[in-house]
């Protein structure tokens, strides 16, 4: 398995239900952010890892919930959400976050997510 | 704080036509720019990128140069093919700005054969 990976690919879940987003990176990279890409709307930044620690946390909702146990695994914890949080969910990974500018990131195929 | 702009799609074009999508951007500091393509049912793949002033960023046949006195970095292809069909984003980095990417709207481009 090379690059960014994520699973599940499809997700569809009710309100009230507890579901989990998995991404794994292969390319021994130490930085990992989690996006939000709805229809008609830019690609919004949720979180960023540095180093298994979270540097950024963009105004999500507590409904959102990351969690990043080493450098190559991050989750997302989703719990109780609502039909507007129906989205593609991607994840992408860097070298460094502070590459001097040059951050090119790295993106799995994202997990399209409906609630209903 | 930095942002990126880029027309709106779709844009329509026919087998072997030219290619332009339009892109200006604001930032802080000297920011690096970014190609990236998203084909259907996939994530952001990086297309080309440029980290300095009058660099030309090429890849696949598409190229952009990073224009600093127009605060621009137009996306082109001579001949597009049916396989060029996906959506483009135009996005930047700066240290000034914490090295996070800002993406442009993305623009949806269809070729037809």
């Known amino acids: 398995e090379t690059g960014v990976t994520q699973t599940p690919r499809h997700l569809v879940m009710g309100m009230t239900n507890k579901k989990s987003l998995k991404c794994e990176q292969h390319l021994g990279h130490n930085a990992m952010y989690w996006y939000k890409q709805s229809a008609k709307k830019p690609l919004e930044l949720m979180f960023v890892y540095s180093l298994e620690e979270r540097v950024e946390n963009n105004s999500v909702p507590s409904r959102f919930s990351p969690e990043c146990p080493n450098s190559s695994h991050l989750f997302l914890h989703l719990h109780t959400l609502q039909p507007e949080d129906s989205a593609l969910y991607l994840c992408a990974s860097s070298q460094d976050r502070l590459a001097g500018g040059n951050n090119e990131q790295f993106f799995g195929p994202g997990t399209r997510l409906t609630v209903l | 704080g930095n942002s990126v702009t880029q027309m709106e799609g779709p844009v329509t074009l026919s087998e072997e036509a030219f290619l332009t999508i339009n892109c200006t951007y604001t930032?802080?500091?000297?920011?690096?720019l970014f190609w990236y393509v998203q084909y259907p049912g996939e994530g952001l793949q990086l297309l080309l990128k440029a980290t300095k002033a009058d660099d030309k960023g090429s890849n696949k046949g598409f190229e952009a140069t990073y224009r600093k006195e127009t605060t621009s970095f137009h996306l082109e292809k001579g001949s597009v093919q049916v396989s060029d069909s996906a959506v483009y984003f135009c996005a930047l980095s700066s240290k000034a700005a914490g090295n996070k990417l800002t993406f442009g709207g993305g623009t949806r481009v269809l070729v037809k054969p």
């Open positions: 930032a802080t500091g000297y920011p690096s």
